[in-house]
């Protein structure tokens, strides 16, 4: 998806490093949005005196009370407030005031506040200084950084709307609400600050949604002061008209989070946690959505994070963001206003491990090449009047520490922690190591047998078998005994009970988003359903909350055996250091997957530490649902068996590419891909494949190449048609004799299961025609067959879905065969050519 501002087309790493220079970065950020006529300063800071003037009249009349505006007062308040004769002359104005702390607090919120804030005040409100801006400057840079949706609100002022950042391009802000109207005021989102002002909330939604269900939502507050009794709000994860959603609400000595519901103005709010801590003057709070925790963070700190258990809905139709401004007059009191919002950002928290890691990147060596700018210009100095010695001997030392700064500069670039081959092929962190999936020795059987010789021979007695010569003369002899030992061997799996939640733990090693789910399990006959889910492990009282939980799996996995990969749409936040529940569900009727693990020693730990051990289980006969809490007295840690499973990065796995297979039979020869692997046997006459011979039996032969996809075809013309059936096969093992086969005879089409389990899936009576195309196919768990025309054009003529999603497929069944017939003298029609493709990727 293309950014909302040409800033992310460039590559991250070609932006300068908004640490080191912010004041310079801000005014090279190439985000162009409507231009104001108005002209800005260095900071994009207006100075007219219109601004100055209307600002003048607004904290003066409330200071005097009835002389806003008097020709007596504004050119004595301007000349103060533009430099003129600073805090000193407002003193001299103000002094006599018995009201000042009040005020003082009222427009700046320091409680018992005097003139030295107010000063404090007055500079915020009628010019940001140069460090100042610098600092926003940054900050508004940082939270742009991988963001989907940004606005910085650098454009003209316009009191009653807020507008584009790109009009044109991307929509407006939708804006309702009461109370003062909210727009752009010194490039920041605020409400109008008038001396009398009406009470209200103004809202704001942001017109783009969200791609993902869990993201972010930050601001940059403005610098004009918090007081503690207006509230100031983000929205996260509402509805399209946002009439439901998630809440933070900023106060000046508070902050709440929440779900709301709104009709028309009426907010209903229902809290969830509350803190002390509130946000401040150029501070960014945030909040982030991962699942069902929800975080409240200003400045990179957590304030409040929160695990909902009220099912609050996590889907696509909740994805819209906004925030609100509000303006409120206690009795008797002076106005207070929310400072508003210098710029707001929506991410989606795909980009937060990748920027982070970019921005600590670039960081590095930003401070490297500082490092050595400084080393050499400290040195040169140093060297005045000394000799070279001097300065290389200076350098040297800063040198080794910048190699090492840019050491860990390529780590960073190298993106996430790499772990072994030995351990995970995928990146993945998993519950051990994956070398110790070893065959595993169960027993040994032994065999053994005596022979009886010439001379005088006794019965012998082998005790462990209990053959003997069965001859009883004694007289001189030889032995000849022989005797084996054979190891029984299986393969490093385990069956869980049906039913059952089979999990491990894990500790994470870095903190970021996991996007992949990695497992591995043996082949069954007809499988139950199954899923996988990711938990978070409380270490305070040992219960797991479920985070996700997979789609059911059979459709994608089917019955067959091997290592699988399933992709987390969305993705769950891990942070560092925690314990991770990975469990595997197998539930309902059908056979029990075997499942890839080792067996513990059966140590566990003291009864208050968490987990007890590496491993767990969970009854349960229904599928699993996020949010579910699992309380640690019903995790069972009975059993000593532990699944392979982990958790990963997004893992980008290449589709093979199609690929396609053609014999036209020409000539009178076989052509070498083509095998035979039971019955009869065929030959290449006439250009065409038919039987050979007079035996009676079945002619099948497979095509030794393998195709890349589990979704093929195979087709072929039938060059005659009589009673006895020619055949064409697809998903096939390697041994050719399991398969499925569209089988095709004078009256009729039919699809079959061959192989340890055979059946016919579908039929079709019809009246077929010699020179006719056929094309098989399977297509994910439905398999068609079809007549093709002369334009290539397809007609089903019967076909069979697998709903139960039983019939195997995977990489070890990608063959395709070709089969003939005969039997008591008729022998069924012959292929003139085969034809193997898979099909390629959508358009």
């Known amino acids: 998806m293309s950014s909302t501002y040409d800033y992310f087309e460039r590559p991250l790493s070609a932006s300068p490093d908004f640490e080191a220079y912010p004041a310079e970065r801000y005014e090279q950020m190439p985000m162009k949005y409507s231009a104001s006529g108005d002209e800005l300063d260095a900071f994009g800071n207006r100075g007219d005196l219109t601004a100055t003037q209307d600002a003048a009249d607004l904290v003066f009349g409330a200071i005097f009370e009835g002389t806003a505006g008097k020709a007596s007062l504004p050119q004595q308040m301007l000349d103060i407030l533009s430099g003129g004769e600073g805090l000193g002359a407002l003193s001299a104005i103000t002094g006599d005031i018995p009201v000042v702390g009040d005020i003082v607090e009222a427009l700046t919120g320091v409680e018992d506040g005097d003139l030295t804030d107010l000063g404090t005040f007055?500079?915020?409100?009628?010019?940001?200084?140069?460090?100042?801006?610098?600092?926003?400057?940054?900050?508004?840079?940082?939270?742009?950084?991988?963001?989907?949706?940004?606005?910085?609100?650098?454009?003209?002022?316009?009191?009653?709307?807020?507008?584009?950042?790109?009009?044109?391009?991307?929509?407006?802000?939708?804006?309702?609400?009461?109370?003062?109207?909210?727009?752009?005021?010194?490039?920041?989102?605020?409400?109008?600050?008038?001396?009398?002002?009406?009470?209200?909330?103004?809202?704001?939604?942001?017109?783009?949604?969200?791609?993902?269900?869990?993201?972010?939502?930050?601001?940059?507050?403005?610098?004009?002061?918090?007081?503690?009794?207006?509230?100031?709000?983000?929205?996260?994860?509402?509805?399209?008209?946002?009439?439901?959603?998630?809440?933070?609400?900023?106060f000046g000595d508070k902050t709440n989070i929440g779900r709301f519901t709104r009709s028309g103005l009426t907010m209903n709010r229902t809290q969830w946690k509350t803190t002390s801590r509130a946000y401040s003057n150029s501070s960014t709070p945030e909040l982030r959505m991962a699942g069902t925790r929800?975080?409240?963070?200003?400045?990179?700190?957590?304030?409040?994070?929160?695990?909902?258990?009220?099912?609050?809905?996590?889907?696509?139709?909740?994805?819209?963001?906004?925030?609100?401004l509000s303006t409120w007059t206690g009795i008797l009191a002076v106005p207070q206003f929310s400072p508003g919002f210098a710029s707001f950002s929506v991410r989606n928290n795909d980009m937060t491990a990748v920027q982070q890691a970019t921005v600590k990147a670039e960081t590095a060596q930003q401070t490297a090449d500082n490092a050595v700018d400084t080393?050499?210009?400290?040195?040169?100095?140093?060297?005045?009047?000394?000799?070279?010695?001097?300065?290389?001997?200076?350098?040297?030392?800063?040198?080794?520490?910048?190699?090492?700064?840019?050491?860990?500069?390529?780590?960073?670039?190298?993106?996430?922690?790499?772990?072994?081959?030995?351990?995970?092929?995928?990146?993945?962190?998993?519950?051990?190591?994956?070398v110790l999936l070893q065959p595993r020795v169960t027993g040994v059987s032994l065999s053994g047998a005596v022979s009886s010789t010439s001379l005088g021979s006794h019965r012998h007695t082998i005790p462990s078998s209990g053959s003997n010569t069965g001859l009883e003369n004694l007289g001189s002899h030889t032995h000849s005994d022989t005797f084996s030992a054979s190891p029984q061997v299986s393969n490093a799996t385990f069956v869980p009970a049906a039913n059952t939640i089979t999990a491990g733990f894990i500790r994470a090693t870095w903190g970021g988003l996991r996007e992949s789910f990695t497992f591995a399990t043996g082949p069954v006959t007809s499988p139950c359903p199954m899923q996988v889910m990711i938990g978070r492990l409380d270490p305070t009282n040992g219960?797991?909350?479920?985070?996700?939980?997979?789609?059911?799996?059979?459709?994608?996995?089917?019955?067959?055996?091997?290592?699988?990969?399933?992709?987390?749409?969305?993705?769950?936040?891990?942070?560092?250091?925690?314990?991770?529940?990975?469990?595997?569900?197998?539930?309902?009727?059908?056979?029990?997957?075997?499942?890839?693990?080792?067996?513990?020693?059966?140590?566990?730990?003291?009864?208050l530490l968490h987990p007890a051990k590496p491993n767990t289980r969970f009854g349960r006969s229904t599928a699993m649902t996020a949010g579910t809490t699992l309380?640690?007295?019903?995790?069972?840690?009975?059993?000593?068996?532990?699944?392979?499973?982990?958790?990963?990065?997004?893992?980008?796995?290449?589709?093979?590419?199609?690929?396609?297979?053609?014999?036209?039979?020409?000539?009178?020869?076989?052509?070498?891909?083509?095998?035979?692997?039971?019955?009869?046997?065929?030959?290449?006459?006439n250009g065409v494949f038919q039987v050979s011979g007079s035996s009676d039996g079945e002619a099948n032969y497979q095509y030794t190449r393998r195709l890349n996809r589990d979704d093929h075809a195979v087709e072929s013309t039938l060059v005659a048609v009589n009673s006895r059936p020619s055949y064409l096969g697809l998903r096939s093992d390697a041994s050719g004799y399991n398969c499925i086969v569209m089988a095709v005879r004078e009256d009729s089409v039919s699809i079959q299961r061959r192989g340890s389990s055979s059946a016919t899936l579908a039929?079709?009576?019809?009246?077929?025609?010699?020179?006719?195309?056929?094309?098989?196919?399977?297509?994910?768990?439905?398999?068609?067959?079809?007549?093709?025309?002369?334009?290539?054009?397809?007609?089903?003529?019967?076909?069979?879905?697998?709903?139960?999603?039983v019939l195997p497929r995977g990489v070890d069944n990608r063959y395709v065969t070709i089969g003939v017939d005969r039997f008591f003298l008729v022998n069924s029609g012959g292929w003139d050519y085969l034809r193997a493709a898979d099909y390629p990727d959508p358009e």
């Not at 939708?174 to 008038?194: K, L, S, T």
């Not at 400045?299 to 994805?319: E, G, K, M, Q």
């Not at 039929?763 to 025309?789: H, K």
Request: with cysteine; hydrophobic share 40%.
């Open 631 to 685: 309380s640690a007295g019903s995790l069972d840690f009975s059993n000593d068996t532990l699944p392979w499973l982990g958790i990963g990065p997004s893992l980008v796995i290449p589709v093979p590419a199609p690929t396609a297979y053609y014999e036209n039979f020409d000539g009178s020869t076989m052509p070498s891909a083509l095998v035979r692997r039971s019955g009869i046997a065929a030959q290449i006459s």
């Open 543 to 607: 219960n797991v909350v479920i985070l996700w939980v997979s789609d059911e799996l059979t459709a994608v996995i089917g019955s067959g055996s091997g290592e699988f990969v399933v992709t987390i749409p969305d993705g769950v936040l891990i942070e560092d250091r925690e314990t991770i529940f990975v469990g595997i569900h197998q539930y309902g009727s059908g056979g029990v997957r075997p499942l890839y693990g080792i067996t513990l020693a059966g140590l566990q730990r003291d009864g």
């Open 375 to 434: 080393a050499v210009t400290e040195a040169t100095n140093a060297a005045t009047g000394a000799v070279a010695g001097a300065v290389s001997g200076a350098i040297a030392p800063v040198k080794n520490q910048v190699e090492a700064v840019q050491a860990s500069v390529i780590t960073f670039q190298e993106g996430l922690p790499l772990r072994p081959f030995s351990h995970s092929m995928t990146n993945s962190e998993m519950t051990f190591d994956r």
């Open 122 to 250: 007055a500079n915020l409100l009628f010019g940001r200084d140069v460090a100042l801006a610098s600092r926003v400057a940054a900050i508004e840079n940082k939270i742009a950084v991988g963001a989907e949706y940004f606005d910085n609100f650098k454009r003209g002022d316009n009191e009653t709307t807020l507008g584009s950042p790109e009009p044109g391009v991307v929509a407006n802000w939708v804006q309702f609400g009461d109370g003062e109207p909210m727009g752009v005021y010194d490039q920041a989102a605020q409400v109008r600050r008038n001396a009398l002002p009406d009470d209200g909330t103004r809202y704001a939604r942001c017109p783009f949604l969200a791609t993902s269900n869990d993201y972010r939502v930050a601001a940059v507050v403005h610098p004009r002061g918090c007081p503690p009794n207006p509230r100031t709000s983000l929205y996260g994860r509402c509805n399209a008209d946002m009439t439901e959603g998630v809440y933070v609400d900023f």
């Open 294 to 324: 929800y975080q409240v963070v200003i400045d990179d700190v957590v304030i409040l994070d929160h695990t909902d258990t009220s099912s609050f809905p996590i889907d696509t139709a909740h994805r819209t963001s906004g925030f609100s």
């Open 763 to 805: 039929s079709a009576s019809m009246t077929v025609g010699a020179g006719t195309t056929f094309r098989f196919s399977a297509v994910g768990n439905v398999y068609t067959a079809s007549r093709l025309d002369a334009n290539g054009a397809a007609t089903t003529l019967c076909q069979y879905v697998d709903s139960s999603n």
